[in-house]
């Protein structure tokens, strides 16, 4: 039959015949041998990717640990949020899936573009982080449409949550997403892409303690990438809880002081140099950054002209004012240039070479000894002091004092201040030291800074005989059970050989400026507690010339107001520094606002004190 049909077929179907039998055999052979090289070649890869499409490695965030007040209050937790995630690999079409996302959750579509874009180089079916803490209609607008956006997926994590907004923000910090830089360096210990880091104050320098153990899942997903079920599953493990010597309390009272000024408020504990409150103002929100700034609110925080995100109390370097004159009567009676009683003229003015240097007080004071400059202010007195002390006397006073270097305190960036002498003159400028300088720096002016923190602990070591204490915030680390893993306490630095009969006669004097009729610090007079404590006002600009009102000036070149103080007079407990950029005068600006801060604290020790006696009183009945 077949050499039959041969015959009858034209010979030009033949050829076509077998050119076509020729092509599939060719065909047939390519696909077995594609079979052979993807089966027996390449089928332990193809198996390994297929497995990973299949089965995902989620890595489950662990809580951060919790932070409490001295009193147990709670100051930093964390809730539960939703992240909006994205595998590039699920989606046939990423860029259209991104766009109907962008449609469904009313967001632009070249912010979604531009992180897939940014993303390019990451591991495949590595989640991309589209955003952090998205709001409810987000959560629903992504469940709701799920079918049509392969690829997207939502991550229940915990989320930052810090109390009372911006109150202790530049103690506590902020978080942040884990920079390409800092990755590197931490990979090691178990942290990834999208992992949240302490950026700034304790969450930073606290980060091993506070940071959790993440944990994981590995889970079966669909085609769409959606979870089918849960294969195996590893417990994170929470962070430990970190307790602070901050009381709330004061803190909220100190943050509220301030509120509409731009200063910084310090209190310190005397005897230890724990740190009570901290507050800088104006302050940031730290939960912006724990949902996620946002370009536009990063530069509006980094525009503004007052700068929240400065810690004024430690980074601040501020011209001390006569807040500094506690320095030069402590230089010039240790060095035995002036007794007590020794008397100086001031006319309103003293002339020095070609220069007159004023006092606050146009008439003048009269005759001054010490305890009476330092009540009233007097300039021309602390000019006159400081000729007979000199600049590097002065200088050395007042580093015994804690001035001119960082006080240590476990926070970023502080600054050490400046105090200058002839060697640091020489060597900034060239130029030896010209006695004509001395009389602008013995009144806190010149060349002179310090921070706020620095001048709570110059108040702290003159109200407990002359120890200088490190400043400290955090008192204990605990497990989450409640295991004390690290204890904290105070720091001595050093002991400054100050006579008590020197301390005798500032400390009288220091309670005279509040509790006297003549003090300058008679706004800070209380019914409740005896005060001592010392104005300033501290010029920003040089007014030579007329005396003019500092409020008459345009905001930016208005005077600081100063006010450092400790109570109670006889036996000292709190230490408190009160800052006010251009406030004007320490006596009005500065120092009602450190009597409500000390008064504070002595009304919460009274309320402790009578819960313990009612606690006791309870158990007594009971028995």
């Known amino acids: 039959m077949l050499p039959f049909i041969r015959k009858e077929l034209a010979p030009e179907f033949r050829q076509r015949t077998q050119l076509l039998m020729t092509v599939v055999s060719i065909v047939f052979l390519f696909l077995i041998g594609r079979l052979v090289f993807l089966q027996l070649l390449q089928g332990e ?5 297929s497995e990973n499409n299949r089965i995902r490695l989620r890595k489950i965030a662990g809580t951060r640990g919790m932070v409490f007040d001295r009193k147990g209050q709670l100051l930093v937790d964390s809730r539960p949020s939703f992240d909006l ?14 766009r109907q996302l962008a449609g469904f959750l009313g967001r632009e579509e070249d912010e979604l573009l531009k992180l897939l874009d940014e993303n390019k180089k990451r591991p495949p079916f590595e989640e991309i982080v589209l955003g952090r803490d998205v709001d409810w209609r987000s959560v629903v607008a992504v469940e709701t449409h799920q079918l049509d956006l392969p690829g997207v997926t939502l991550r229940i994590r915990p989320r930052r949550s810090y109390l009372n907004n911006g109150m202790a923000a530049h103690v506590l910090g902020y978080l942040g997403e884990i920079s390409p830089r800092q990755l590197k360096a931490r990979r090691e210990s178990g942290y990834g892409m999208g992992d949240e880091l302490g950026q700034f104050g304790l969450e930073r320098r606290w980060e091993e303690f506070l940071r959790g153990r993440s944990g994981g899942q590995q889970v079966e997903v669909d085609a769409l990438g959606r979870r089918v079920r849960v294969l195996h599953e590893v417990e994170d493990v929470p962070g430990h809880s970190v307790f602070l010597t901050l009381d709330r309390d004061l803190q909220e009272t100190a943050y509220e002081a ?15 140099g724990a740190i009570l409150a901290l507050v800088s103002t104006p302050a940031f929100d730290p939960n912006v950054f724990a949902r996620g700034i946002t370009s536009e609110e990063w530069r509006a925080l980094g525009g503004d002209r007052l700068y929240p ?27 035995g240039l002036i007794q007590p009683e ?3 003229i001031c006319n309103g003015s003293m002339p020095f070479g070609n220069r007159v240097f004023r006092d606050w007080k146009k008439e003048g004071h009269g005759v001054v000894d010490l305890h009476k400059g330092l009540v009233q202010s007097c300039d021309v007195y602390f000019y006159q002091l400081g000729q007979r002390v000199g600049i590097d006397r002065i200088a050395q006073y007042a580093r015994a004092l804690g001035l001119g270097e960082k006080t240590g305190i476990a926070l970023d960036d502080e600054k050490g201040g400046l105090i200058p002498d002839t060697a640091w003159k020489k060597k900034r400028f060239g130029q030896p030291w010209f006695p004509g300088e001395t009389p602008s720096v013995a009144i806190g002016q010149g060349y002179v800074n310090v921070t706020p923190l620095q001048m709570a602990n110059v108040m702290a070591a003159v109200a407990n005989g002359g120890t200088l204490y490190r400043p400290w915030f955090v008192r204990k680390v605990e497990s989450l059970d409640g295991k004390l893993i690290r204890e904290y306490g105070p720091e001595k630095i050093h002991s400054i050989p100050i006579k008590e009969s020197t301390l005798k006669h500032v400390r009288n004097a220091l309670s005279a400026v509040v509790n006297s009729g003549a003090g300058t610090g008679g706004r800070a007079r209380s019914s409740m507690v005896e005060i001592s404590g010392k104005t300033g006002t501290a010029q920003v600009a040089e007014m030579r010339g007329a005396f003019v009102k500092s409020e008459q000036l345009s905001y930016f070149i ?13 036996k000292p407990e709190i230490a408190v520094a009160t800052l006010v950029e251009h ?22 020790q009274r309320d402790s004190s009578d819960d313990r006696h009612a606690s006791r009183k309870g158990e007594i009945r009971a028995d």
Do not use: C
């Open 85 to 98: 995630l994205f595998v590039r690999e699920d989606a046939t079409e990423p860029e259209v899936t991104l």
């Open 558 to 570: 208005r005077d600081h107001a100063w006010f450092v103080a400790y109570a109670p007079a006889d």
């Open 258 to 272: 301030l509120q509409g000024k731009a200063g910084a408020i310090v209190a310190l504990e005397v005897n230890s």
């Open 309 to 335: 995100l400065n810690n004024r109390a430690i980074q601040g370097q501020y011209p001390p004012g006569s807040t500094f004159k506690i320095v030069l009567a402590i230089a010039a009676l240790e060095e």
């Open 583 to 604: 406030g004007g005068h320490g006596a009005s600006a500065a120092a009602p606002l450190a009597k409500m801060v000390i008064e504070k604290y002595f009304s919460l």
């Open 45 to 49: 890869r193809f198996t390994y990717l």
């Open 342 to 344: 020794t008397p100086l």
